[in-house]
């Protein structure tokens, strides 16, 4: 099955940069699209960004349009998420997730999911 594991999360002063990776392997990222999801203690699982299999399609939740950019590199089949002018309202676990051939915010459609990293944006 598709296994994807995420990284670069850690702890970040409000205003500051973060980019999390998602690794994959067997070229997953060519024929698959990718959502980043988080989920924030007591709350419930929410849609961040997504890219469709192609690249030619991206969706951000309203919360980080502007300040988040998703992208992947096919050739290490890896997808990042690029988080800019971070706020505590932003911290919470991160997930990537893996559906064949779309681009969806609705996380009941993703068949793959990461374990997850921490991202904790202190004020």
């Known amino acids: 099955q598709v296994q994807l594991v995420e990284s670069g999360g850690g702890l970040v002063q409000a205003g500051d940069s973060l980019a999390l990776s998602c690794g994959a392997s067997?070229?997953?990222?060519?024929?698959?699209?990718v959502g980043w999801f988080r989920q924030a203690p007591g709350k419930e699982r929410e849609f961040v960004a997504a890219l469709s299999w192609n690249g030619y399609s991206t969706r951000y939740v309203d919360s980080v349009q502007g300040r988040c950019t998703i992208s992947k590199d096919n050739d290490n089949d890896t997808v990042y998420l690029r988080m800019n002018s971070l706020k505590p309202g932003d911290t919470a676990v991160y997930y990537c997730?893996?559906?064949?051939?779309?681009?969806?915010?609705?996380?009941?459609?993703?068949?793959?999911w990461g374990q997850g990293a921490q991202v904790t944006v202190s004020s």
């Open positions: 067997g070229r997953t990222f060519d024929n698959y699209g």
């Open positions: 997730a893996a559906v064949a051939g779309m681009c969806t915010t609705t996380p009941t459609r993703y068949a793959f």
